[in-house]
Antibody, heavy 119, light 108 residues
Framework: QVQLVQSGAEVKKPGASVKVSCKVS????????MHWVRQAPGKGLEWMGG????????IYAQKFQGRVTMTEDTSTDTAYMELSSLRSEDTAVYYC????????????WGQGTLVTVSS | SYVLTQPPSVSVAPGKTARITCGGN??????VHWYQQKPGQAPVLVIY???DRPSGIPERFSGSNSGNTATLTISRVEAGDEADYYC???????????FGGGTKLTVL
């Protein structure tokens, strides 16, 4: 059974960076595939970025370009999302999401990581 | 970028049918996916490619998509169906993966 297990909650100060991990179990990460979605408190889901098979590269939502980096370590089956220059509006639960095989949906989600940005 | 519009809330009595809409320009030409999210939990895929159900999702959940509106239909609604529901599409715009704003389903 495939599972996505994310790292624990983080508290950061404004201006700092955070790096969230997402370990895949029950499946071998052989290629760039993970996406990241966030959800501010009481708000909806917001796509941040991920691997786009149409372009053959990782793409980021315009809102986060220049501040976010998504990487994967296939030797440990772990994906990472690093967000820099944090501000209070970045307080949210961050989810990794595995795309459906060959498709545009998300078949599996991590449990979420709460990132709190506060001075 | 592409915009998906959902009603903020839908209420339904137990045993009745709930319909949650997702509006978008010519959304019928796109594949629509639906997620269920219960409080404090991660989203779960309940419908993909307009009307397919992942294994483990009850047959009570169905989907349709035509014109400018996609619809998630939940038949014989149960108390356990109370959750937020999000539609999602892929679009060829600058931010390709797009979510609707979400609909809170309340079971009366």
């Amino acid at each position: 059974q495939v599972q996505l297990v994310q790292s624990g909650a983080e508290v950061k100060k404004p201006g700092a960076s955070v790096k969230v991990s997402c370990k895949v179990s029950g499946y071998t990460l052989t290629e760039l595939s993970m996406h990241w979605v966030r959800q501010a408190p009481g708000k909806g889901l917001e796509w941040m970025g991920g691997f786009d098979p149409e372009d053959g590269e990782t793409i980021y939502a315009q809102k986060f370009q220049g501040r976010v980096t998504m990487t994967e370590d296939t030797s440990t089956d772990t994906a990472y999302m690093e967000l820099s220059s944090l501000r209070s509006e970045d307080t949210a639960v961050y989810y990794c999401a595995m795309p459906c095989s060959g498709g545009s949906c998300y078949s599996l989600w991590g449990q979420g990581t709460l990132v709190t940005v506060s001075s | 970028s592409y915009v998906l519009t959902q009603p903020p809330s839908v209420s339904v009595a137990p045993g009745k049918t709930a319909r949650i809409t997702c509006g978008g320009n010519n959304i019928g030409s796109k594949s629509v996916h639906w997620y269920q999210q219960k409080p404090g939990q991660a989203p779960v895929l309940v419908i993909y490619y307009d009307s397919d159900r992942p294994s483990g999702i009850p047959e009570r959940f169905s989907g349709s998509n035509s014109g400018n509106t996609a619809t998630l239909t939940i038949s014989r609604v149960e108390a356990g169906d109370e959750a937020d529901y999000y539609c999602q599409v892929w679009d060829s715009s600058s931010d390709p993966w797009v979510f609707g704003g979400g609909t809170k389903l309340t079971v009366l």
